[in-house]
Structure formats: structure tokens, C-alpha cells
């Protein structure tokens, strides 16, 4: 992947400090509330207080932002995997800043920096932060899982790594809108519930499943990529750091989890590309070139992943 950093700059250069008080409060509101509703609603859900219309809601919603930040966030902004129509470019910056991770141009900027210095000094999120020992790698995870957004204190320079979004006039406006598209996110299920069900039974159920048990999978899940697939996982292709592919994780991350082949080859627009590795976000990504909304695509080369193959571990 090409930045703008200069090769000479050390990471401590490339940072700003992370954003001012509301936008960290809003940050621990989005993952610390949703995260603890999942524990009632194991209960709930054994007690039979979900009902098929929220099964629906949640599902919905939950690849609808988990769609925005894979295709849209991280295949198309971060990595340019491959090119779309200006409709499909806004609807995924849309359905990726209702994921409630921070502004897509935010996203991509922490992301690239993220891939230039991975697993070494200057990663925003390596869980061999602190080095190698139980103990360091324990402190090094949780704050690769989700340390590092509620507390950490540097962030990348989207002046640096996301020049071209910040000229990108439709990136920018929805970037500034984050906090508009954020209420609309939490609030949509609520709405759709109560109006479905005609009753505020169905608007808080619609709430609990769809807003706040859905935030909470789809972001412990994109947290995973980068606590969990970096400490474990399959080694199959060769790339310069401890990135590995977590086959569980496949499904809910809809492709995300075949982390090794990414950061071997970061601009592919597959990530699952040996046999049986389902990749939900590769097969949109096909739907979208069909329907003419996505072109240039970067598919899988079977020439270069050949060079990258190593021995299966």
C-alpha cells in the first residue's frame, strides 16, 4: 500500500493525539454500553424475549455496518482493492460510519499506518506491544482488542495517511457527519421496531437486539481481527509480520478473518483465496462488479500468491 509518510519520519513523527473529551466519552459509550448488554441478553434470549422480528433486525443491521467497514472501510478506502461507482462509495462510507468505529476518514488513517508499521514500533494496535512474556502479550492483546481506542493516546495523521479522502469532497462531508449517521444507527432499529410491531415493546426490543447486542458483536468481532488474528492463526503465505487466519471467525467477520493472506497481498479484494475459505465480503464485492457498480477490481493472482506460499502452520 502507498502513503504519503515520508520514509525518513519515525513513527512518533506520524501521530496526533487521539480526539478531545466528547469524542473519547462518545467512544466509550458506543463499546463500553453495548458490551454489557450482552450478557443479559443471553439471559433474554434463553427467556424467550426475542422475538423473530428482532432476529431480523439484528441480522439486517448487523451486515449492513459490517458490510460498510469491510467492503467499504477497509477493501475500497483503505486498500483500494478496487474502484466503485460514486452511489456505492457513499452508501458504504454510510453503512460503515453506522458500524460506530469513528469517521471513515479517521478509520482509514489509523488502518494504513496500522499496515506500514505492523506488529512492529508504531502499530497503533500490535498485541507484542510490550513485548513477548505471558504477561506482556496479555496486556499487549487487550489493548489490541480495544485498549487502544478507549485509552490510547496516539492516533494516525489523516493529513498523512488519508490525503486522498480529505479531497474527496463526499468522503469528507459524510466523515463530518459521523455523529448525525451515529444517531441514526441507534435509533433506526428502535424506530423500525416500534412501527413493526406498533407497540414501545417492539421499539425496546428492537433497541436492545438491533442497536445495542448488534454494536457489540459486530465491533468485538472487528476487534478480533486485531487482537486474536495477530496472536494466533494459520500462516499459509508469507508476510513481514505475526498476522494469521482465524478460519472461526470467518463467517461473523464476513472474510476478514483470513488476515495472514491480507497483509500478504493488502490490496487483493479477496482474502480467503485457498480452497473452503468462505469470504462474504469477496462475494459482494463480485456482485457489485456484475451489477456494473464496482470495476478494476484486484482479484487473486495466482502467479504472485505462488511467491507468497510458505508451509502451512
Known amino acids: 500500500m502507498t502513503t504519503t509518510a515520508d520514509p525518513v519520519a519515525s513513527p512518533q513523527d506520524e501521530f496526533q493525539p487521539a ?36 432476529v431480523v433486525l439484528l441480522v439486517v443491521f448487523y451486515v449492513l455496518t459490517t458490510t460498510g467497514i469491510g467492503v467499504g472501510y477497509h ?7 478496487f474502484k466503485s461507482k460514486r452511489g456505492l462509495k457513499i452508501a458504504l462510507a454510510i453503512a460503515g460510519s453506522m458500524a460506530l468505529e469513528g469517521p471513515v476518514i479517521r478509520w482509514v488513517a489509523d488502518h494504513r ?38 485509552w490510547g493516546e496516539e492516533r494516525a495523521d489523516p493529513k498523512r495517511y488519508a490525503p486522498d479522502l480529505l479531497n474527496d469532497r463526499d468522503m469528507a462531508s459524510i466523515s463530518g457527519m459521523f455523529r448525525q449517521l451515529a444517531v441514526l444507527s441507534l435509533l433506526a432499529p428502535a424506530l423500525i421496531g416500534g412501527l413493526w410491531d406498533r407497540s414501545w415493546h417492539g421499539a425496546a426490543t428492537g433497541f436492545f437486539w438491533g442497536t445495542l447486542v448488534r454494536i457489540a458483536l459486530m465491533h468485538h468481532v472487528t476487534f478480533s481481527i486485531n487482537s486474536i488474528c495477530h496472536v494466533t ?13 482465524v ?24 482474502h480467503g483465496v485457498l ?26 493472482d495466482k502467479e504472485r500468491l505462488k511467491k507468497k506460499r510458505t508451509a502451512l502452520v
Request: proline share 5%.
Open 233 to 245: 492463526g494459520r500462516k499459509p503465505f508469507a508476510a513481514r509480520d505475526r498476522s494469521g487466519n
Open 113 to 150: 499506518k496500522h499496515h506500514k508499521y505492523a506488529d512492529r514500533d508504531g502499530d497503533p494496535h500490535s498485541p507484542w506491544r510490550y513485548g513477548t512474556s505471558a504477561w506482556a502479550v496479555t496486556k499487549g492483546f487487550v489493548f489490541a482488542h480495544v485498549g487502544w481506542v478507549l
Open 275 to 300: 480452497r473452503g475459505q468462505v469470504d462474504i465480503n469477496a462475494w459482494l464485492i463480485k456482485r457489485f462488479e456484475r451489477f456494473g457498480w464496482a470495476y478494476d477490481v484486484k482479484w487473486p
Open 75 to 81: 477493501r475500497l478506502f483503505t486498500h483500494s482493492a
Open 247 to 270: 478460519w472461526w471467525l470467518a463467517v461473523l467477520s464476513q472474510g476478514e478473518s483470513w488476515h495472514n493472506l491480507h497483509h500478504a497481498d493488502p490490496t487483493c479484494a479477496r
Open 19 to 54: 480526539g478531545g473529551r466528547l469524542e473519547r466519552g462518545l467512544i466509550w459509550v458506543f463499546i463500553v454500553v453495548p458490551t454489557l448488554a450482552l450478557l443479559p441478553a443471553i439471559y433474554f434470549a434463553w427467556g424467550g424475549w426475542i422475538s423473530w422480528r428482532d
